[in-house]
């Protein structure tokens, strides 16, 4: 496992800087489909369409704000551990909700369960987002203050170019499981860019970053595989 994290890594050195900002918009990018879809899901779920809707994007945005507030300033060691713990939470919790709807059909359980948490996978899912963005913005500081708008402007295209993929290619062509198979794909692509930054990390955390990034490499194959299958 440190031979193949080894091997990303010296792979993305010579790119650390497109590699940083590539995975900062993926995970803006996969953030928003994961709004919309958690969103769409709570509709189908409650047999609702517009209220339901705009609550779940209300309550993933609060929450989406109240984890960049909460984040204070770190190492940069702490704020790649950080990104790569929100990438995990990120991917379960903007999944769990499709996979209820799925089988909420087939258990007995009262819809209310589901829903509730459903809207706690929402608030979750915006949460860590906010933490995960705000770590890329001290990353960012710390290499160059001044980059900090320009991160600020790759996170607003990737939350509009997540919104309208979503819209007109993600729910619509693929549907809610496949679409967030799909995500999640991208989500742990961004994941291993991240690699690029992996000498920031202290040698003593090395062995517990190396861990969230086969993780993320199983998410990412496991996906794929399952996207093309379903």
Same mark, same amino acid.
């Given at each position: ?31 928003? %489909? ?6 769409? +899901?709570?509709?189908?779920? +409650? ?52 996979? /209820? ?8 359980? $009262? ?12 608030? %979750? ?5 906010? *933490? ?13 203050? *001044? ?20 819209? /007109? ?26 690699? $690029? ?7 003593? *955390? ?7 990034? /086969? ?16």
């Amino acid at each position: 496992m440190k031979q193949f994290v080894q091997y990303l890594e010296n792979m993305l050195q010579a790119h650390r800087r497109p590699a940083l900002w590539s995975a900062a918009f993926l995970f803006v990018f996969g953030s928003a %489909v994961y709004g919309l879809l958690l969103a769409q +899901t709570e509709a189908a779920l +409650t047999h609702f369409v517009v209220l339901p809707f705009c609550f779940s994007i209300s309550l993933y945005a609060f929450f989406l704000g109240m984890g960049m507030v909460s984040s204070g300033q770190k190492t940069a060691c702490c704020d790649i551990r950080k990104i790569l713990t929100a990438f995990v939470i990120l991917v379960f919790s903007g999944s769990l909700p499709v996979i /209820f709807l799925k089988i909420s059909a087939f258990w007995g359980i $009262s819809r209310i369960i589901f829903i509730c948490l459903s809207y706690l996978c929402i608030a %979750v899912a915006g949460y860590v987002s906010g *933490k995960g963005f705000s770590a890329f913005i001290n990353i960012v500081r710390g290499q160059d203050e *001044k980059d900090v708008p320009r991160l600020l402007g790759v996170g607003a295209c990737g939350i509009l170019s997540g919104m309208l993929c979503f819209a /007109f290619f993600f729910f619509p062509r693929l549907g809610l499981l496949r679409a967030s198979l799909l995500a999640a794909f991208i989500t742990a692509g961004a994941s291993i860019l991240l690699t $690029s930054q992996y000498h920031l990390v202290a040698p003593e *955390k090395r062995a517990e970053t190396d861990g969230f990034v /086969f993780l993320h490499f199983g998410i990412f194959i496991l996906s794929g595989v399952l996207f093309f299958l379903i």
